[in-house]
């Protein structure tokens, strides 16, 4: 039995390393008898907390499927009819086999028939109506300068590999990915019954046309700016950008028919694919929409496409080198498709009440600690800290699961059609992402499963979410250790709200509207003060030498030093209600950065550190905890930091911004 507020729940003493000191690398010292004892599974990238809870949330979705699995007389239509369908079909890799490239057929007929610019177009829309394959996708959300309203966005896409610098580098590490690519497309096309001469053809028509769209494509830093990416235009202006598409056809097709107004994300991008479809043969582009198809279909039609699409995303890009079981490949499919019946089964079965009330009172200390934090800003102008207590107050919390599930009524599942049950999800969908072009914005709508380990903040909602899965041990847990809940799930609830709060969050207003509400000297200040984080995480490296890109990662940087500093100010608020005390030798103070330093707890392969570090805005574990510890007078406090010791920074070279 655990006791209350024994530190073993969440944080375990034996977890340390003690040969570490902790002002010289504060995680390893956290976390390096359990970096060794937990080596990353075979068919993992890494594994820590987020993952380990991951898993524990996969054998309790399976626990459930598997109840229902053998049951009779289950209503067609109903959600245990179509998760337990579903899982059943995708399941039956000898049906799959069996029935190889069929399923895909009328796609492909789709394709060969194209014969000019016109009818390429309309098969752009026909296959994003089914999750895509094109080099632009389509999405609709709120209109980001009016957020009571959903508007359709256009979005650059098109790029089999996961950023455009693998197309246009040639160091060691982009030309290792590229170099594997093109053998990928290869034995995929070979698989799919093209001849090596044919497939080396392709191959090199592929690469070709990816290239340029990777040319055309926005870097991933510029992504991150909202500015950047808002570009509100009529029909006929997007005509004029893009001329070679007929957008009124395109809408029509996609089920956007008869909207006015448009966000293209990224203008040049679409011009650019618009000088592509008249300067690229129609037979050129049928070569590359095959490709995007089959690759795309890959995971859901046979075992030899399955493994030859693993071998490069997840070899390749991540160092996995076996497969997970097809039990777990079938149940991610379902949590892909009826995520909301699958959450609503979870929340029932694992959620506690007990839990929702323990994690309010963390929220409300954070708020607590948030406002205080504000109104000291040192480099803040006051109408503009007002403003940002406005905004903090205007936050709407989720906490757990959404109020109202997502409905699934009229969707066909079937027991024996892996890929049809596939495409219906995707038409379905499509229609509900359409239905909203019409309606108000839902403010109740959930971005997240319930059964997601994760959490996130929105601007345009201008809220924060925490599913019902990452409320459990290691995060947070009903039975811990204040310290140890504060320091790991306040942490993360202080890093979303901090996203309101940072470069991008100045941008958006309490009611989610683009509206920039800093004056110009608080972003300069904000800005003078980022460049010392940027500079810092700059000068972290991982394998190979591969530098961390503080540019790429500063949003999230700013949120994980300020979501530590919120927390731990709440904890203090906490603290003075209960009563202090030592656990294992430790002060609630030192309890608190365990805390912190635990939930980031994770082995990576290199080959995903590699990838991680070169498209993730989020920096490798290690640098997530002795970057912001380093900064923290708090921490300096807790543990005698001292110059000499290695996380020690000059005052003038720490970073402070909340
Ligand atoms: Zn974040």
Redesign the pocket.
């Known amino acids: 039995m655990k006791k209350q507020n024994d530190t073993r729940d969440g944080f375990n003493i034996y977890d340390t390393d003690t040969n570490i000191r902790q002002q010289d690398d504060f995680y390893h010292y956290t976390n390096g008898k359990w970096l060794k004892n937990n080596p990353i599974p075979l068919h993992e990238s890494r594994w820590g907390s987020f993952l380990m809870l991951h898993y524990d949330t996969e054998k309790k979705l399976h626990t459930l499927i598997t109840d229902i699995q053998d049951k009779k007389n289950l209503k067609v239509g109903s959600s245990g009819q179509m998760v337990r369908d579903f899982y059943i079909s995708a399941l039956d890799m000898k049906r799959r086999n069996e029935l190889g490239m069929k399923p895909i057929a009328p796609f492909l007929n789709l394709i060969k028939k194209i014969k000019d610019v016109q009818s390429l177009v309309l098969t752009f829309a026909r296959l994003e109506r089914t999750g895509g394959g094109g080099p632009f996708g389509i999405e609709v959300d709120q209109d980001m300068k009016n957020s009571e309203k959903y508007i359709l966005y256009i979005y650059q896409s098109g790029l089999g590999m996961p950023d455009r610098d693998y197309y246009l580098k040639n160091d060691v590490e982009s030309l290792r990915v590229r170099n594997a690519y093109e053998k990928h497309i290869e034995a995929i096309l070979i698989l799919s019954g093209r001849t090596k001469n044919e497939a080396k053809n392709d191959r090199e028509t592929i690469m070709r046309m990816e290239t340029n769209i990777a040319k055309a494509s926005m870097t991933k830093e510029d992504l991150r700016d909202v500015d950047k990416t808002y570009h509100k235009m009529s029909v006929s202006s997007l005509s004029r950008t893009a001329p070679a598409v007929n957008w009124n056809l395109f809408l029509k097709e996609v089920g956007a028919e008869g909207v006015r107004n448009i966000v293209v994300m990224q203008p040049k991008f679409i011009t650019a694919i618009s000088k592509m479809l008249k300067k690229e043969s129609v037979e050129d582009w049928k070569t590359y929409l095959t490709w995007h198809l089959i690759d795309s279909a890959a995971n859901s039609l046979t075992a030899k496409l399955e493994k030859q699409n693993f071998a490069f995303y997840g070899t390749v890009l991540s160092g996995v080198t076996k497969m997970k079981p097809v039990w777990r490949r079938a149940l991610g499919s379902v949590n892909d498709n009826l995520d909301g019946l699958l959450g609503e089964l979870y929340v029932k079965n694992y959620f506690s009440q007990q839990a929702k009330k323990k994690i309010k009172e963390v929220v409300d200390d954070l708020f607590e600690a948030y406002e205080a934090r504000i109104k000291n800003l040192d480099w803040m102008s006051t109408p503009t800290k007002r403003k940002a207590v406005k905004k903090l107050h205007q936050i709407n919390r989720k906490l757990g699961y959404p109020d109202k599930w997502k409905s699934y009524r009229g969707l066909t599942i079937s027991p024996h059609d892996y890929f049809g049950n596939l495409i219906h999800s995707a038409l379905f969908e499509n229609k509900r992402k359409m239905r909203r072009l019409h309606k108000p914005v839902d403010r109740s709508e959930w971005f997240m499963r319930a059964q997601t380990v994760n959490?996130?903040?929105s601007f345009g909602m201008n809220d924060i979410v925490f599913p019902a899965a990452i409320l459990q041990s290691p995060f947070f847990s009903v039975d811990a250790d204040d310290a140890i809940n504060y320091g790991a799930i306040g942490s993360v609830i202080g890093?979303?709200i901090?996203?309101g709060f940072d470069d991008q969050g100045s941008k958006f207003n309490g009611k989610g509207n683009r509206k920039t509400w800093w004056a110009r000297s608080d972003s300069e200040q904000f800005t003078k003060k980022a460049k010392v984080l940027i500079k810092q995480f700059n000068e972290y490296t991982v394998a190979d030498g591969i530098k961390v890109n503080g540019q790429l990662t500063l949003?999230?940087n700013i949120?994980?030093l300020g979501g530590a500093s919120i927390a731990f100010d709440a904890y203090q608020i906490r603290l003075k209600k209960t009563a202090r005390k030592d656990i294992d030798g430790f002060t609630p103070e030192q309890r608190f950065f365990l805390g912190f330093a635990l939930v980031e707890r994770e082995n990576e392969r290199s080959e995903a550190q590699k990838t991680h570090v070169l498209t993730d805005?989020?920096s490798p574990s290690i640098f997530r905890i002795n970057g912001p510890a380093s900064n923290l007078p708090e921490f300096y406090e807790a543990f005698s930091v001292k110059k000499g010791d290695r996380l020690y920074r000059t005052p003038k070279s720490r970073a402070k911004i909340w």
């Open positions: 959490a996130y903040y890093h979303e901090t996203h949003g999230e949120a994980d805005p989020h």
